[in-house]
Each structure stands twice: as C-alpha cells, then as structure tokens.
C-alpha cells in the first residue's frame, strides 16, 4: 500500500512538473494567452505555481489577478525574497497608476503626461503604462502621440482588445471627418482625414474603400481600383465595394476584370441590381444583345422600378429601329415608374423619332416637372417645338439645354440662324 501511494506521490508531481513546465515555455514565447488557458486548466497548490500565474497575468494588465496569484505565492511561502520584490513592484505600479490616473481625471492633463511619460521607463515592458500615456495625450486631442503610444501597448501585450480599439475609434474618427467633406464635395479635404485614418490603422479597409470613392470621384479610376482592391484583401465579401471595383475597371476599358468584379459581387448577393445592370451595359458595348436583353429581363423581375434598365432596352430598340417595341416597352416602365425623368425624356425622343411630336412634348414637359432644367428634356422638348413651329419655345429649349455640356454642340447647332431657317422653312 505504501508503495502504491509513493508511485501515486511520483506520478502527480511529475505531472505537476510537466504542466508547470509547459506553462513556462508558453510564457517564455510570450504565448500568455495559452499560457492563462493551461494556468486555469491545470491548478496546482504550490507557490511556484501561483508566482507563474502573478507573471502572467501582469503581462496581461489584469493587476487585480495578478495580485490574487502573487499574494497566494506569498501565503505559501512568505520567506521568498523574490515574491517580496514582486509584491512591491506591483503595488508601486498600481499605486502610481492610481496617482497619474487622480491627475487626469482633476483636467491637469499636460501634468498627467509628464508623470506617466516617467512611469514609461521605470515599467518600460508593461503595456498599461503606454496605454494610459496614449489615453491621456487623446484626452488631450493630441491622436498622432495617441496612436504611437497605444501601438506600444499593442506591440507589448496585443491580446487586449481595448488598446487596438482605441487605434481603431481614432481612425474611425477621421473616416467620419472625411465622410463629412466627401459629402460637400471637398475631396482634396476628405482625402486628408481618410489618409490620416490609414496612416493610424494600416488595416483599416473602411478607410481604403473611402479613399478608393474619392478617386473614383475625381476620375482617378486606377488609384481608385488599388485602394479597393486593397481594402478588399481584408474585406473580401464587400459586394458594394467588389461593384465600385468593377465600376472602375468598366471605366478603365478593361472589361474582363470589370465582369470578373461583377460576378464576384453577385456571387455574394445575386440580387444586387446595380450590378446586373452594368453586366449588361458591358454585354450591350460588346454587342452581344441577347445577352444584355436577358440580364435587364432579370433586373425587372427583381426590381420593376429600376428605370434605367427600361430605358436601356428602349435605347437599344430604337437603335434596332424597332421603335413600337420602344414604345411598348417605354409605356410599360412607366406604368411602375410614372415619376421617372430619364425615362419620360427617353420616351420624348422616341417619340420625336416617330414623328409624334405633342405626345413628345407632354413626356419632355412632364420630365422637367420633375426635374427642372434637366438637359435631355429640354433638347427634345426642343425638337418637338421646332417641328411643330414654335420657334420662340424652340430656342428656349435649345438654349436651356446647351447649358449642359453633354447636350452644348448638338443645342447649339440647331439654334445656328442657317440651320434654325431650314428646319423651319415649312412654317407660315
């Protein structure tokens, strides 16, 4: 029997020895998280034990744990000068953490960086001490020493979540400066705040998607596709982004990679109409019509108020000359979007092309009620006018639509006194 319980005896303290070992290498590694998982796994009453789990836990800034192991170790064998040393290290930091946090909190902030600053070299490996430095130079609006202070307490012990998030609430906070300029169109001013996001948090994929919408706007469509496609290796399922990115690469002329986004995107929600339609205004460029007539059919049945895919297959039946099929199709999608204003000035040039020139006036007059000012109504309200004899509403037509860059040349050339004479030369 007593050799039982000796075997026993050996057998329970080499396991205790292996477990404390291993614990020991994992915190050697700097591996404290796993090295906290086999702590709590595997206790064991010794002094040895408790003193690895004070370490541990110090270096996780969990001060309170880490006081409960060491004052365990202690209890265990209170002779232990080194336990001593430890307990005195830890009140010193508790107590000048305390001491610098009691400064802040009374808005002596400058103070409170000055003390803590010198607390960075008496606990240069504990990462609380950078985190508080970071807190109070934010407190102090200075964010660039914020960062590189919570950077520090990230590097020391990344498995705090707190330290990265405040990275990431600053980085936040200049996305939402920039979200604000982007929104009046100061993009050079957005560009900054977005850059300045990046530059706090390297891996912020909102911050890349941002900037990729600005060069985007300003027509910088490489640039733009770098950001996003940067933004994407984080974020990889974004089907809005893996659509701007295909918008990009549309506008670039390179449509296998623009098609490639495309389906990527609807792989991840086949229902996103904005992408279909560009898959067929693709299809449409490279003259494959039944192709692009499949791909609107099947936008309509998901949305039957997505105007712009009726006018598309109106567009490309007029440009077939099949023009009652236009007028079909045209009439329809006004039945589910009466208060479209593409579509009515698309159904005024169709019109104008039959000839039907008081039912193009009502569709380009019925458009401006919606949207004033709006260029291609005006040209066909134009039209219409001047092949009805209504010169003076012709040239205000005209005039009001060579305002618009897009519509300048053809506007202009009908208001050419030679030209105007000959379409009107039937007039009484």
């Given at each position: 029997?007593k ?27 700097n ?47 209170p ?12 009140s010193?930091?508790?107590n ?6 009691k ?18 070299s ?6 609380i001490?950078?985190y ?5 130079y ?25 330290y990265r ?5 600053l ?13 009046r ?15 706090y ?7 890349m998607?941002?900037?990729?919408n ?6 910088d ?15 990889g399922?974004?089907y809005k ?51 692009t ?5 099947d936008?309509?049945d998901?949305?039957s ?5 009726y006018?598309?297959l ?29 579509l ?5 040039s169709l ?16 458009s401006?009620k ?26 205000e ?18 208001l ?12 009484n």
């Amino acid at each position: 029997m007593k050799n039982i319980s000796l075997i026993l005896f050996i057998i329970i303290n080499l396991l205790y020895s292996d477990s404390l070992v291993n614990i020991q290498n994992l915190y050697d590694r700097n591996d404290f998280i796993n090295a906290k998982v086999m702590l709590e796994d595997d206790p064991f009453d010794s002094s040895e034990y408790f003193y690895l789990g004070y370490q541990i836990y110090l270096k996780l800034d969990d001060l309170n744990k880490s006081n409960e192991f060491l004052q365990k170790a202690i209890e265990i064998n209170p002779d232990s000068e080194e336990y001593s040393d430890a307990a005195d290290f830890l009140s010193e930091l508790i107590n000048d953490l305390k001491n610098t946090n009691k400064t802040l909190t009374s808005g002596y902030v400058d103070e409170a960086i000055a003390e803590i600053n010198k607390l960075t070299s008496k606990y240069s490996s504990n990462a609380i001490v950078y985190y508080r430095l970071g807190y109070a130079y934010k407190t102090n609006d200075d964010y660039d020493n914020a960062v590189i202070y919570f950077r520090k307490a990230v590097e020391l012990n990344p498995y705090e979540e707190s330290y990265r998030q405040e990275i990431t609430n600053l980085a936040n906070m200049e996305i939402l400066k920039g979200k604000d300029f982007y929104s009046r169109k100061e993009y050079m001013e957005a560009l900054q705040h977005f850059n300045k996001a990046l530059e706090y948090d390297p891996e912020n994929s909102s911050a890349m998607f941002r900037l990729g919408n600005i060069y985007f706007a300003i027509k910088d469509y490489l640039k733009a596709s770098e950001y996003l496609e940067k933004g994407l290796l984080y974020q990889g399922n974004n089907y809005k982004v893996l659509y701007m990115l295909g918008r990009c690469y549309s506008a670039l002329s390179d449509t296998d990679k623009a098609l490639e986004a495309y389906d990527k995107a609807l792989s991840f929600n086949p229902m996103y109409t904005k992408a279909i339609f560009e898959k067929s205004k693709i299809y449409k460029s490279m003259g494959d019509i039944d192709r692009t007539k499949s791909l609107l059919s099947d936008l309509i049945d998901l949305d039957s108020k997505f105007s712009k895919a009726y006018e598309l297959l109106v567009d490309i039946e007029i440009q077939s000359k099949n023009y009652l099929e236009a007028q079909k199709i045209g009439e329809k999608a006004l039945i589910a979007n009466p208060k479209s204003y593409s579509l009515l000035a698309r159904m005024a040039s169709l019109y104008n092309e039959l000839n039907n020139y008081d039912k193009a006036k009502t569709s380009a007059k019925e458009s401006l009620k919606i949207k004033r000012k709006y260029a291609p109504a005006l040209f066909e309200l134009g039209v219409a006018e001047l092949n009805t004899c209504n010169k003076l509403a012709a040239k205000e037509a005209f005039n009001g639509a060579k305002r618009d860059r897009s519509y300048r040349k053809a506007a202009s050339d009908y208001l050419k006194p030679e030209n105007f004479e000959y379409y009107t030369k039937d007039c009484n």
